[in-house]
């Protein structure tokens, strides 16, 4: 039987009540230690130490499995871009930011493209509800820190990534 590659293209937005020049910075596999109570990462390349163009980092989570990343696309305070490939998977993500009057947009948009079978039913599972549940928790959790510099507390977090 011939492998198929399956494609699904998913976006969100959200609003965080600071502005692009507080936002930026934090997209960064260093930086959202300070924001994600559950973030952990392994920087593998990165000459500043910080997200940049090129910079390479691993993670791994169970209902992901291990993944490497790579930035893409590094325009300060305006897009980041991240490749990762793991799970049967490549995944594309692009942050674009948008200034508003006392705020900023937050336009998250995900191509998801199945290399192998369990790729392939990932990708079928995920639907837009699931990943706006996800991203828009991951806004929550960007904007309580902007907001307060206190990231959210571990349990209250989980509890947005599961209901919302």
């Not at 390349?45 to 696309?73: I, P, Q």
């Not at 942050?95 to 493209?113: F, G, I, K, M």
């Not at 837009?128 to 820190?145: N, S, T, V």
Request: charged share 30%; net charge positive.
């Amino acid at each position: 039987m011939t492998f198929v590659s399956h494609r699904k293209h998913l976006m969100t937005e959200f609003r965080v009540e600071a502005g692009p020049g507080a936002v930026f910075p934090l997209l960064c596999p260093v930086r959202e230690y300070d924001w994600i109570p559950f973030w952990k990462c392994k920087l593998l390349y990165s000459v500043s130490g910080l997200a940049e163009k090129d910079c390479v980092f691993r993670t791994f989570f169970l209902h992901r499995g291990r993944e490497l990343w790579t930035c893409y696309l590094h325009e300060p305070d305006e897009r980041i871009g991240y490749l990762r490939l793991g799970g049967g998977r490549v995944s594309r993500l692009e942050v674009t930011l948008r200034p508003e009057r006392n705020h900023t947009s937050v336009s998250w948009v995900t191509t998801l493209t199945g290399i192998t079978r369990r790729g392939n039913r990932f990708i079928e599972k995920m639907d837009q509800e699931e990943y706006e549940r996800e991203i828009k928790a991951l806004g929550a959790m960007l904007d309580r820190y902007v907001t307060t510099g206190a990231s959210m507390p571990k349990g209250e977090a989980r509890h947005l990534f599961k209901h919302g």
